[in-house]
């Protein structure tokens, strides 16, 4: 079994030798299969985030939900600490923490206990455990805030039969892959 480092790297790998219309594609049956499930249907407020690099394009499926009368927020990083700031107009956006698309506005920072948050990482196995990039910052956010439901989006290479985890791994409650 590869450690986090090397399954990162070779994660990344596969990720660089997509095709824009491949990310598309796999994007655009992701989105269906995020707005078909139930968290979805339950949620007021979607946690999401901009995608970076080859990250599943994400900015459809947050426009969806604006149009569905639903909250829309997304990190931002201050330190070493990531706030969900809400965000109507998805295009406000700005390179911020290690080059990510964030709100160019600090505030005002979303306030749902309850809302669905949409997780990012590199690797994840089909019971939610996950390996992200590296930062702590969404397993920090989680325990600070447990309550939330959480939806991992990915592409079918990143899912693996099993990972190991360690105690502070928070795992997502909902793997989608296509």
């Known amino acids: 079994m590869m450690n986090k480092k090397e399954l990162r790297q070779q994660i990344r790998i596969q990720k660089r030798a997509m095709t824009e219309a491949q990310i598309e594609e796999k994007s655009r049956v992701l989105g269906e299969k ?68 964030e709100p160019i506005a600090d505030g005002p920072e979303a306030d749902d206990p309850h809302a669905l948050v949409l997780m990012p990482g590199l690797v994840f196995d089909p019971r939610g455990h996950r390996i992200g990039y590296g930062g702590g910052f969404y397993d920090k956010f989680l325990s600070r805030e447990p309550k939330h439901p959480t939806v991992a989006l990915c592409y079918d290479f990143q899912v693996l039969p099993e990972l190991e985890t360690e105690e502070f791994d928070i795992p997502v409650d909902l793997v989608l892959w296509a």
């Open 34 to 101: 995020f707005r078909a499930c139930p968290q979805y249907a339950a949620a007021k407020t979607i946690y999401g985030y901009l995608p970076y690099n080859q990250e599943v394009r994400t900015v459809p499926m947050l426009r969806q939900a604006l149009l569905d009368g639903k909250q829309v927020a997304v990190p931002k990083v201050f330190g070493d600490d990531m706030k969900f700031i809400l965000l109507p107009d998805l295009d406000a956006v700005a390179k911020g923490y290690a080059g990510i698309p």
